[in-house]
């Protein structure tokens, strides 16, 4: 008799594993997630807000810093916020696949023509911090850099 019961409860919790994988799949199927932000590379420079790539304040130690890549640069290329300033940093490319590394931190992201990264970082030293491209993107690839000065 105890066999019967955990026999149906086997049962049941392998079906409950099918359910939950077969909507899993069809909820991620119904709606792939990048596909929300991608956009026409092309079009970058016209699509908000990388149409003014730049640092935006939301409130008191609270950025967002729109970024766009381009061979071999980021625009924008200085950013400057105070200490204690938590940054979202949202990048997208204009070409080809760049990197972005913000040398001290753990950000470090794919730049991807088309869609949008993003990482968050919370700046608690004062310094100029180096955002590099780490992602070999042609002859200029080493020359591709930017700075954000925290103070
Ligand atoms: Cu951009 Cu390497």
Same mark, same amino acid.
Request: aromatic residues 10%; hydrophobic residues 45%.
């Given at each position: 008799?105890?066999?019967?019961?955990?026999?149906?409860?086997?049962? =049941?919790?392998?079906?409950?594993?099918?359910?939950?994988?077969?909507?899993?799949?069809? %909820?991620?199927?119904?709606?792939?997630?990048?596909?929300?932000?991608?956009?026409?590379?092309? #079009?970058?420079?016209?699509?908000?807000?990388? +149409?003014?790539?730049? =640092? #935006? #304040?939301?409130?008191? +130690? +609270?950025?967002?810093?729109?970024?766009?890549?381009?061979?071999?640069?980021?625009?924008?290329?200085? =950013?400057? %916020?105070?200490?204690?300033?938590?940054?979202?940093? +949202? %990048?997208?490319?204009?070409?080809?696949?760049?990197?972005?590394?913000?040398?001290?931190? &753990?950000?470090?992201?794919?730049? %991807?023509?088309?869609?949008?990264?993003?990482?968050?970082?919370?700046?608690?030293?004062?310094?100029?911090?180096?955002? =590099?491209? &780490?992602?070999?993107?042609?002859?200029?690839?080493?020359?591709?850099?930017?700075?954000?000065?925290? #103070?």
């Amino acid at each position: 008799r105890a066999e019967k019961i955990w026999l149906t409860v086997g049962l =049941l919790t392998m079906f409950a594993f099918a359910v939950v994988l077969g909507v899993f799949a069809f %909820v991620m199927g119904a709606q792939p997630p990048s596909d929300a932000q991608a956009m026409d590379p092309t #079009k970058v420079s016209q699509t908000p807000p990388f +149409n003014q790539p730049g =640092l #935006k #304040k939301l409130g008191p +130690n +609270n950025y967002v810093a729109d970024m766009t890549a381009f061979v071999f640069s980021f625009a924008p290329n200085r =950013l400057e %916020v105070p200490v204690g300033s938590t940054v979202t940093f +949202n %990048v997208t490319s204009k070409d080809v696949v760049h990197g972005f590394e913000l040398v001290g931190t &753990n950000v470090n992201m794919m730049v %991807v023509p088309g869609l949008v990264n993003s990482a968050t970082h919370t700046f608690t030293q004062p310094g100029d911090y180096l955002i =590099l491209c &780490n992602e070999y993107c042609g002859t200029g690839h080493q020359l591709m850099a930017a700075h954000l000065i925290v #103070k």
